[in-house]
C-alpha cells in the first residue's frame, strides 16, 4: 500500500513570497491533516478536512494561509505571503477516521526555509 | 497552553536496556493516546497506543502504560536496539476536539548506544 506522498521536499523563498506544498493521501482516507512543525517542537495542526470539507482549521492563520482538497483526494496548502516565523516542516497526515481505525499516516514532510 | 507534555528533551540508554519515555497531559478529556517515533527527514510514524478504558497496550518490544488519576502515560521499550534511536512524540485525542485531532507533545530524543 503506499504511503502519504507530498511535494516538494524542500523549498527555500524569500520572505513575502508565496508558496504551496501538494498531498496525496492514502487511497480511501477520508480525513486529511496539515500540520506545521517547528524545529524542537510537536507537530501542530493547521487544518482537517473530512472528504472535501473543513473540519478544523482554528489554527491556521488565515490571513497568509490557505488550503483545499479538491474532490476529497489531492490537497494543497499555501502560504503567500510568507513570514520568516513559517520556517518549518509542513507535514501531510491521511486517516481512515473511523472509531477503531484513528492512527494518522504522515508524509515525509516538506521543510520550508523562508530567508 | 500547552496541554501535552515531554519533559525530558532526550534519553541516552544502553543497547539491551530498558528505555522509559514519559508524558504528562493536562486536559482530563483525553480518552486517546498515540506514541509517534520520527527519523531525521522522514515523517512521524505510529508506533503504538491505548484508550483510555485500559492501562497497559503491549506490541512486542514496546508497551504503553496509561495512569489516568495521574494524567500520565509512558512508553517502555524493552531490549533498547540501536535502530530505536530516533525522536518519540507522544500525542493525545478526545471529545471536545473535531474528531481525530491530535494535540502532540515536543518530543524526546532518544539514543541508544551499542
Known amino acids: 500500500e503506499a504511503g502519504v506522498a507530498q511535494s516538494p521536499r524542500y523549498k527555500i523563498i524569500e520572505k513575502r513570497q508565496s508558496v504551496a506544498f501538494w498531498c496525496n493521501p492514502i487511497?480511501?482516507?477520508?480525513?486529511l491533516y496539515w500540520y506545521q512543525q517547528i524545529l524542537g517542537q510537536g507537530p501542530k495542526l493547521l487544518i482537517q478536512f473530512q472528504n472535501n470539507g473543513v473540519v478544523d482549521d482554528s489554527q491556521l492563520p488565515k490571513d497568509r494561509f490557505s488550503a483545499e482538497r479538491l474532490k476529497g483526494v489531492d490537497s494543497t496548502l499555501k502560504i503567500q505571503p510568507a513570514k520568516l516565523e513559517d520556517s518549518a516542516v509542513y507535514l501531510c497526515a491521511s486517516s481512515l477516521s473511523r472509531p477503531d481505525q484513528e492512527t494518522q499516516y504522515f508524509g515525509p514532510g516538506t521543510r520550508l526555509l523562508v530567508l | 497552553d500547552q496541554q501535552v507534555k515531554q519533559n525530558s528533551p532526550s534519553l541516552s540508554v544502553q543497547e539491551g536496556r530498558i528505555s522509559i519515555l514519559n508524558c504528562d497531559y493536562t486536559?482530563?478529556?483525553?480518552?486517546?493516546f498515540l506514541w509517534y517515533k520520527k527519523y531525521p527527514a522522514e515523517g512521524p510514524t505510529f508506533l503504538i497506543s491505548?484508550?483510555?478504558?485500559?492501562d497497559k497496550n503491549e506490541d512486542g518490544r514496546f508497551t504503553v502504560f496509561l495512569n489516568k488519576s495521574a494524567k500520565h502515560l509512558s512508553l517502555h521499550i524493552v531490549p533498547s536496539q540501536p535502530g530505536d534511536s530516533a525522536v518519540y512524540f507522544c500525542a493525545a485525542s478526545g471529545p471536545g476536539t473535531s474528531y481525530g485531532k491530535l494535540t502532540f507533545g515536543q518530543g524526546t530524543i532518544l539514543t541508544v548506544h551499542p
Open positions: 491505548i484508550s483510555s478504558i485500559k
Open positions: 487511497s480511501g482516507h477520508a480525513t
Open positions: 486536559n482530563s478529556m483525553f480518552d486517546y
